[in-house]
């Protein structure tokens, strides 16, 4: 039986008419067309390039005459260049790993993190955490925006958070179980993974008081959820989230465990036709686009997450009136998730460029063993060496190994092959195995 | 220098590619005087001695391997045993670290054969002489 009660924290949003919902998020785009145009140069080109102004956006109706934004797009105003804001008002920066090695930076304003900190107490709200809850984050604090999401979300409910931060799985364990955490914040991964080893550890679930808990920053199957609430005696629920908009709680399953509420009021979902870009109706699957509507250090217009999904709309039966967004079922690009961690194949090759001794042909095996991701990388010796001593061969080794790493920020095995083995593709490159799923 | 050209090949540790190599020297008519395999879980290096080394290398670099050559020491001694040893020992004595060793005996000779690479081949060589070791040159074998 469920021990996770699901309450709405802010009923006055969640639970809002459609009309309340549109006048609002119309008043809300409104201002923030206003913003971007009037502080942030790549936005004000982008949109005299479409002969718009500020005020031929009235309503949400309109959205779908703005230009959209990509990665990419971010990447060119690298580090500062979408900002909104001056540079004085921004407390906060985070990034996340972008195509080509190069960041993708994301600054928030004090009312940035106001409003994160808003919706990720209404996503941990969903899985029942209060003031009395302990909530143990074991997603990585730092640049990501998964450790500080889940820790605001939860001090800003007033619940006891431990900031336990990513890795060493013994004493994570220790911890869960000593402070008698009632909610854990973790990759899906890592809390199978958390899972399996508690009777390795020589410890009992049943010692644990855990109930509940929000599960992100990678895409995950109902198979994994019932292997993770088997294991840990929860119920888990799945979190959704990205830097560029905000960070985890950008929407949050709610105990019906069927799509996650998006928080309308703070983003406004679209989705469209990946090749066309026409936008498509409810219920069509294709690539989720959000416009921020009340972010103002870097908001961003009709941004392309390229994750594949569905939205429906009607009312839940949890209570919440606002729009729903599916499982993410793939990508339009070819980003991977390694461990929670993005990866373009594209920044790989850039680190394995470095490299003397390799060749630029690879192939990028990625796999599930134990519930955690693990990469390999097949990657040819350069047919003119004459490696005789293994050393010769290990240095090299090293160096990709090392190179992979600081590019992407996480670990690969690195295999080495003969010059000729790996496949030639014609036509299109084929570079990456996914056998996860 | 009498030094003795060896072979050496990169090669993926899986079923069918040693014996992409031995069959494309035997089909030349290209005889092993020597081969040993450095193994690693992923790969190994191998190292061998042709009586003709330069078709040898052709063939495998015709081949598409990722082939070359080195020189070492070889070292020609009694078959008998502490030959080996008292060899080794010369070299502890000098502080020279050999990287890799390895021996063998020619059928109808009454000496064992031992090549090993140094890492100071030019100082090694001339310790060796100078304790009147007798060294192989490619001809001998």
């Known amino acids: ?228 609430e088997r294991l840990l005696h929860i119920d888990a629920l799945d979190i959704y989230g990205l830097s560029e908009i905000s960070g985890p709680g950008v929407a949050m399953e709610c105990m019906q465990k069927c799509g996650s509420h998006v928080q309308e009021d703070h983003f406004i979902p679209e989705i469209i036709d990946p090749v066309t870009l026409e936008p498509l109706p409810f219920g069509s699957e294709g690539e989720l686009v959000f416009t921020t509507i009340t972010k103002t250090g870097q908001p961003l217009i009709r941004y392309r997450t390229r994750d594949l999904c569905t939205l429906s709309a009607g009312t839940c039966a949890c209570g919440r009136t606002t729009v729903k967004m599916s499982k993410v079922k793939g990508r339009s690009d070819d980003m991977l998730i390694i461990r929670g961690v993005n990866v373009f194949p594209s920044q790989i090759e850039a680190a394995i460029m470095n490299v003397a001794g390799v060749s630029p042909h690879y192939m990028i095996y990625v796999d599930r063993v134990n519930n955690l991701d693990v990469m390999e990388i097949d990657i040819e010796l350069d047919g003119n060496l004459s490696p005789d001593r293994v050393s010769d061969v290990e240095s090299i080794k090293k160096k990709v190994e090392t190179e992979v790493n600081s590019y992407i920020g996480v670990g690969a095995k690195i295999k080495l092959c003969e010059s000729g083995t790996i496949r030639r593709s014609e036509g299109k490159a084929v570079r990456v195995i996914d056998r996860r799923s | ?56 290398f052709e063939i495998l670099r015709n081949e598409g391997f990722t082939v070359g050559i080195t020189e070492l020491i070889g070292v020609e001694v009694d078959d008998k045993p502490n030959a080996l040893a008292e060899v080794v020992a010369l070299m502890e004595e000098a502080d020279m670290n050999i990287e890799y060793l390895y021996s063998f005996v020619l059928t109808n000779h009454n000496t064992a054969k031992i090549l090993m690479r140094v890492e100071d081949t030019e100082r090694a060589v001339a310790m060796l002489q100078q304790k009147g070791i007798k060294l192989l040159s490619e001809k001998i074998l």
């Open chain 2, 1 to 56: 220098m009498m030094l003795v050209k060896q072979l050496s090949v990169f090669m993926e540790n899986r079923p069918g590619r040693l014996y992409k190599l031995t069959h494309a020297l035997g089909k030349e008519g290209i005889d092993f005087v020597t081969l040993s395999i450095a193994d690693t879980k992923d790969y190994g290096i191998v190292r061998f001695i042709a009586r003709d080394n330069e078709r040898a």
């Open chain 1, 1 to 228: 039986m469920s021990k996770v009660k699901d309450y709405i924290y802010r009923p006055e949003y969640e639970c809002m008419t459609r009309s309340e919902m549109e006048n609002l998020q119309s008043e809300r785009l409104r201002k923030t067309v206003e913003l971007v145009y009037n502080n942030c140069k790549p936005y004000r080109a982008k949109m005299d390039a479409c002969k718009l102004k500020p005020s031929d956006i009235r309503s949400v109706s309109d959205l779908s005459k703005l230009p959209f934004t990509v990665k990419h797009d971010l990447r060119e105003a690298y580090p500062f260049g979408f900002y909104s804001s001056p540079q004085s008002d921004i407390v906060e920066i985070h990034a996340s790993s972008g195509t080509t090695g190069k960041l993708t930076v994301v600054g928030y304003t004090q009312n940035d993190v106001d409003v994160w900190s808003e919706v990720a107490a209404r996503s941990l709200a969903m899985t029942g955490v209060t003031k009395d809850s302990i909530v143990h984050v074991a997603y990585g604090y730092g640049l990501f925006t998964g450790g500080l999401g889940a820790h605001y979300g939860a001090q800003k409910i007033g619940a006891s958070t431990v900031p336990a931060s990513a890795g060493n799985t013994i004493r994570q364990l220790t911890l869960l179980r000593d402070f008698g955490a009632t909610h854990l914040c973790c990759t899906p991964s890592y809390a199978i993974y958390l899972g399996t080893e508690i009777q390795k550890a020589g410890m009992n679930i049943e010692d644990f008081s855990l109930v509940g808990g929000a599960f992100g920053a990678e895409p995950w199957t109902y198979q994994m959820r019932d292997e993770l």
